[in-house]
RNA sequence: GCUCCCUUCGUCUAGCGGUCCAGGACGCUGCCCUCUCAAGGCGGAAACACGAGUUCGAUUCUCGUAGGGAGCACCA
């Protein structure tokens, strides 16, 4: 066996049955964090051994959402379908050891075992009818079972749970090959973790009942055995567990509906740890901070409105230049010309106080990457069909057409005049203009609306709503 | 059914025996600011699941109850 350093080394097991979900992410996250702060490992390892739901098409998908959440990792991706030679000949060692035996019991024998157990209020158990017998039965391939101990207890000490005893007798002789040749679970992690000198088993808290099962197997294998920590669930808002069906979990889904990796990150790392009062969080602060003893242990609920929040503060936040290229991404799949407006980076400018989301923010910029769609009948009703909204906007059209630098002061400072000449509030100025500009009656600031609109584009528009009184 | 785990404002959480008639954040809400929508500023309502112990003193420790979750596969 491999001998395990003091080295802090974690590993994200996922399953390829499907796309990265939040839950995973958020299990991404932690042995990520975990190991950068204490400046060990983190290693990827696809655990494929169940080749009936893997696929190929979900190992792409989880390695595109932790390219985007861009948790990098230091080893792997490593393939359980690529070392069953390996855990072949473990299972070969435990079987020589007697730590483990062939059990040729049919599948008939072990759902009836399992009945009548249940009928009797008791666990379903394997009765080590096998333990001993060893008899080949005609027409059965065997399984391996691993012997586990009959009595006494298993304590570990979870760094999330803490202590957790489990009485061996509660425990059944686990089957770790299955009869066509491949690893189960339970005994495929084990020999991948050691082999890997995995030194903090970081992952769900829906395997908290197998830990004991394979603390006895690390035993068994004479291994030293590394530290554990469960992390509770997310449930959805309703505080049920998050399906496809309500609840967007697919990590990918996330970019499309216009969130930011390290808003979601952020969020995610909040959710069931915390540093004080802190809620915004670096990358490098969340790696400063982490601790893996401070995760909460009761499971928490996904709150849409406090990720959306965080998204915005990372759009007020964040160096425009840096925005532009993924909210040209969002023009683009809203079906926008890009070289039909403005410079991306002002458009983030413009609209981040007023969006929580990129995806939001493409669609309110379309205004100035099209004409304008609809015109919103209330809207001119009430700012352009008006006594003073005709002789504003002929004014702001002659003044646009002759301005010598179009930019936001320089139309500010038009609409400013307007408004004192014709001695008007900035309410009657700024609106019939900006229904002008937008067809409607909400925008950024009108400045910044009408300079994002582009001269030309702008006295047709202001001709356009003239002709429309 | 059996085993294990969990329980502070609507939500995420701080709290690690007295500092708590419980703090922060999101959300909700009142006011201010204001060219619309926002953003921002200043306020507000809002929680220790319940019951016994232990203790001079429990949100904090122990045990029950209730509620929730997970697992009990030749799935991971």
Redesign the pocket.
Known sequence: MVSRSMNVRTRF???P?GYLHVGGARTALYCWLEARHHGGQFILRV????R??STDAAIEAILDGMRWLGLDYDEGPFY?TRRLDRYRQVAEDLLAAGKAYRCY???ER?DNL?KT??SR??????DGHCRTRNEPAPG????IRFRNPDHGTVVFHDQV???????ND?L?D??IF???G?????F??VVDDLDMAVSEVIRG??????TPRQINIYQALGATVPSFAHL??I?D?E???LSKRNNAVGVMEYREAGFLPHALLNYLV?????H??Q?VFSRQQMIDFFTIT?V????????M??L???N??YL?QDDPASLAPELTWHLQRTGMDVSQGPDPEAVVVALR???HTLKEMAERARIWYAPIAEWDEKAIRKHLCNATAGNVLQTALRSFASLPDWNPDAI?AIINTIAHEQEL???K???PL?VAMTGG???????H?VYLVGRDEAIRRIEEALSRR
């Open positions: 097991a996922p399953s049955t655990e494929d051994s169940d009936e739901r359980q019991c049919s599948r072990l399992r157990a249940m209020g008791q666990k379903p158990r394997y059965i391939s065997p399984v749970k803490g202590r957790i005893e489990w009485a509660e059944d686990l089957i299955r009869s066509d491949f690893p189960t679970y339970n495929a992690v808290d829906d395997h908290v009942n197998n509770p669930m449930l808002k505080g049920h567990k909040r959710l069931g740890w915390s004080g009062d809620e401070d909460n242990k009761a499971a928490s609920r996904f709150d409105s406090k959306a929040w965080l915005q503060h007020k106080d007023r969006v500010k509030g900035m309410g100025v700024a609106q900006r009656g909400v925008s950024p600031s009108i400045e609306t």
